[in-house]
């Protein structure tokens, strides 16, 4: 009977002495509810537009059909973005994302085969010749037109984390949200090809004259967050987004539709001490 008794008891201790473990070790991996996170990205971005005619505008057609005369050849930028912002965690495996981004954007539309006459973009050369091709030589003239945009940008996403329930040093999640942005500057460089000049010059740094950017804009966003646990306190991130401009940015007719791949790299710290 003795024997059975003591059976029972190490039965006991070691059952609680398992349990006490396990608890101990979900404390250890559970994730703060309040984290502050910053972040670096670099942004390799372009536009979709509408464009579909090579031919140049005429005299008297509108910013749409002047719109429809540009090439679709685009090229991608490379820009960057800064960030930081608060992550709270709703439930074991959903955290909510949001924070404020300087976001720089930007696109080219390339004018080609330009001739005599032909349009350009207003505030390119001056006089007689502004906005439009007034020399008529031979030489091959072109004109990239490279467009920025600065914004600050509030991103809202939510993020859904696969291995919440295991203690593994690097965490993974898949997010979706959007960005609600507010436009800083914009801006257009015009760059002439090579061997072509208008008032002797090579290059213009224009306003958005004629283009009218939007004040206010919305992107889609998702991607992934893969988070480091380097010590209780402190995680390194790594966060891809892809995003995209459902509306164009642009408030006429000339459209724009924006979308970039943000390679973001920060920390996470947890601000749970902040509130003891």
């Known amino acids: 009977m003795m024997t059975l008794n003591l059976n029972k008891n190490k039965a006991f201790l070691l059952t609680l ?32 537009n ?32 800064i960030s930081a912002g608060i992550i709270y965690k709703l439930n074991r495996d959903l955290s909510l994302q949001a924070g404020l981004s300087y976001l720089v954007l930007g696109h080219q539309r390339q004018l080609n085969n330009l001739k005599y006459l032909d349009a350009t973009y207003p505030g390119i050369g001056s006089g007689l010749g502004n906005g439009r091709v007034i020399d008529q030589t031979n030489t091959e003239r072109s004109i990239d037109l490279n467009y920025r945009y600065q914004y600050l940008q509030i991103p809202i996403m939510f993020n859904y984390q696969f291995d919440a329930r295991h203690s593994h040093k690097l965490n993974t999640s898949i997010g979706l949200g959007l960005g609600i942005n507010t436009l800083l500057k914009h801006d257009i460089n015009a760059v002439l090809s090579k061997g072509y ?19 206010f804009t919305a992107n889609l966003l998702v991607g992934m967050r893969f988070d480091y646990n380097y010590t209780k306190d402190l995680k390194f991130m790594c966060q891809p987004q892809l995003a995209y401009y459902p509306a164009s940015v642009s408030s ?12 973001n790299v920060g920390i996470i710290y947890t601000l749970d001490n902040l509130s003891k």
């Open 50 to 81: 509408s464009s579909s005619s090579s031919e140049m505008a005429n005299q008297g057609q509108t910013y749409k059909q002047y719109q429809d005369s540009v090439t679709k050849l685009e090229t991608w930028r490379l820009t960057f973005s």
């Open 17 to 48: 002495f398992i349990a006490s473990t396990y608890i101990a070790q979900a404390q250890k991996n559970t994730v703060s509810k309040y984290n502050f996170y910053a972040t670096l990205g670099a942004v390799f971005n372009g536009s979709i």
């Open 197 to 215: 000049t208008i008032d002797s010059e090579k290059e213009f740094f224009i306003d958005s004259t004629g283009y009218k950017a939007s004040t």
């Open 252 to 263: 006429n007719q000339m459209e724009a539709n924006p979308w970039y791949f943000n390679f």
